[in-house]
């Protein structure tokens, strides 16, 4: 039924219209979703009975006038978001069958908008990795050829909007991890900015960059999610008191006279040439829209990977030490005391990414480097985000390539963890910054893999951000490019 | 300054995981090139950068010291590997 896969804003006005109910809709993607999975590895868990269950309850909610513009749209969660009674296992053996006893923030907040959860995606195990090969339940293929990577670490949550599972879902993003993936499977993904939607119930990586976020199929249907996402939630130190925004409000306003920053650094050497040329064309685009643009400079943006790869591993080492084997979480068989019960769960239970990220951490952090690694990588962070305030204060916009290249071959990377890392050397700054991101499809290589364009905006410009990714999208066709095999 | 094997063992005990000489040996040339691309922070000067340890700059917000949670320990305790009567069991630690 084509009519089920339509965007989250199509999908509403066919709700509202009575022309579809959720239950046809939902009934509509679990089979291809099932039919998927073979292939794809998109879910790690798909909750057939709870979907419709839900569906059901959407549909009688319409029926009562109580809907509202999210009631009865399927979506899916990244498996690093808590989900009460359904298995949140963080793509490890070591939360293999952690069952959560509450809701994250973003799940409850799109639960009360009404949508139907349809199952939890796949994902790098606990968000570390560009490729999703380091998810203990098999990586996920890439929808546009299978012989590629989707992007991580939410590349599950990617994948199942680019062959058009599901219309939306959502991702959490600590130094790329929803944009690289939205840029290699050719769909929109959005990192507010930091503080914006509460980190409550998102399995902890690194906590003064994790940041939940959605992912669709276009900008007005992330502002739909992020409406629903968004607010402030006490139990988040760091989520922020504001007032409730409403992210689609800017959608239709001209682009005349909006300031593009255009930072040499991102248009150097080390760009695939087919990735260079269709950022120049959506720039090209984007002039037509009446927007100007600006020749900007970041100089300290290139120390974003060393900076990342100190602060998050060493926020992972602290944070991931609650896995011990003693209140949840996979413990070993055999040992001979705590000490040995301990090393040999969280050896057992963790693969070799997440070991290595826990021993970079713990190192970084240990007696005596503290000040040459951690403090100095902060002191770097400032510089960083120094540059970007004197940036926007020449324009409004960052616009660049969303990573370096397409996606790679699975095996391409997974042995030289630098050369995975600086995948996300476009990403990181925006983690690092806590600035908002958002990556959308911009064209394809010669081979027919997308290309994402990331945009970038000054804190809390969600809304102008997410306008211009519209209005692009008014005149351009890229976004509604479905892979071949999943028409 | 880059790793040695022995440092690749007492992290790996710091941070509570079981390693096999084989995989610290393995691990150890890894870790050489992380941090090979770490060092790079090194030759930046920093004198006089406020770390930043946080996107925005804020203070930890405070509230009034009362109990909000319910009490949910049984529920709770259904995850853990080993329980009894409340407790987490563990291998002894005190003779």
């Not at chain 1, 923030?105 to 999703?132: I, P, Q």
């Not at chain 1, 507010?192 to 690194?206: D, E, K, M, N, Q």
């Not at chain 2, 340890?53 to 917000?61: K, R």
Request: proline share 5%; charged share 20%; with cysteine.
């Amino acid at each position: 039924m084509s009519a089920a896969l339509d965007t989250v804003a199509g999908l509403s006005k066919s709700l509202a219209a009575k022309r579809l109910s959720s239950v046809e809709i939902t009934t509509a993607l679990l089979e291809r979703i099932e039919h998927s999975q073979p292939v794809l590895n998109a879910f790690v868990t798909v909750d057939r009975a709870g979907a419709l269950a839900q569906a059901k309850a959407a549909d009688a909610a319409r029926a009562r006038g109580a809907a509202g513009a999210l009631t009865g749209v399927p979506i899916a969660h990244k498996d690093v978001l808590m989900t009460a009674g359904l298995r949140t296992t963080c793509g490890s053996k070591m939360l293999e069958n952690f069952i959560a006893p509450y809701d994250a923030f973003v799940v409850d907040g799109l639960k009360r908008a009404g949508t139907v959860l349809v199952g939890k995606t796949n994902m790098d195990e606990f968000a570390m990795g560009s490729s999703n090969e380091t998810s203990f339940f098999g990586p996920v293929k890439n929808p546009w050829n299978a012989a590629y990577v989707p992007g991580g670490s939410s590349g599950g949550s990617a994948a199942a909007i680019a062959a058009r599972l599901v219309p939306a879902s959502t991702g959490t993003d600590t130094g790329g991890s929803i944009r690289q993936p939205a840029a290699l499977t050719g769909i929109c993904g959005l990192k507010p900015t930091y503080g914006v939607c509460s980190r409550f119930g998102l399995i902890a990586f690194a906590s003064s960059l994790d940041t939940p976020g959605p992912f669709a199929r276009t900008a007005e249907d992330c502002a739909l999610m992020l409406n629903a996402m968004a607010g402030h939630d006490v139990r988040d130190a760091t989520s922020l008191a504001r007032d409730r925004e409403d992210y689609t409000r800017d959608l239709g306003k001209p682009l005349a006279g909006l300031r593009i920053g255009l930072p040499r650094e991102y248009f150097g050497e080390g760009i695939d040439p087919d990735v260079a040329s269709a950022v120049d064309a959506a720039v090209g685009e984007f002039r037509k829209l009446g927007a100007t643009t600006v020749a900007i400079e970041l100089p300290a943006v290139k120390l974003s990977v060393p900076v990342y790869y100190v602060i998050a591993p060493a926020e992972a080492s602290s944070n991931l030490s609650r896995f011990d084997g003693v209140r949840y979480g996979h413990r070993a068989e055999a040992y001979d005391d705590l000490l040995d019960m301990y090393k040999k769960s969280r050896a057992q239970g963790f693969g070799a990414e997440v070991k290595r990220r826990i021993l970079v951490g713990t190192y970084v952090l240990s007696h005596g480097y503290y000040d040459a690694y951690y403090l100095k990588a902060q002191q770097v962070r400032r510089l960083i985000a120094d540059d970007f305030q004197r940036a926007f204060a020449q324009c409004d916009l960052i616009m660049g390539a969303t990573t370096p290249g397409a996606a790679f071959e699975f095996g391409a990377k997974s042995d030289d963890p630098v050369q995975m890392y600086l995948n996300d050397i476009f990403t990181i700054a925006g983690n690092l910054t806590g600035a908002p991101a958002i990556s959308i499809p911009c064209g394809f290589t010669k081979g027919g893999l997308p290309i994402g364009l990331q945009v970038q905006a000054n804190y809390f410009r969600e809304a102008q951000l997410l306008n211009a990714a519209h209005q692009y999208q008014q005149v351009t066709g890229w976004h509604a490019c479905a892979p071949g095999q999943w028409p | 300054m880059t790793l040695s094997l022995e440092d690749v063992e007492r992290i790996a005990h710091l941070a509570r995981i079981e390693i096999s000489a084989a995989e610290a040996v393995a691990v150890h040339a890894k870790l050489d090139a992380i941090f090979a691309m770490i060092n790079e922070l090194a030759s930046i000067d920093t004198t006089g950068i406020v770390p930043m340890s946080h996107a925005q700059d804020m203070t930890m917000p405070l509230r009034e010291d009362r109990v909000t949670d319910a009490d949910r320990h049984v529920e709770f305790q259904k995850l853990a590997p080993a329980v009894e009567d409340g407790l987490y069991l563990v291998p002894r630690v005190v003779e």
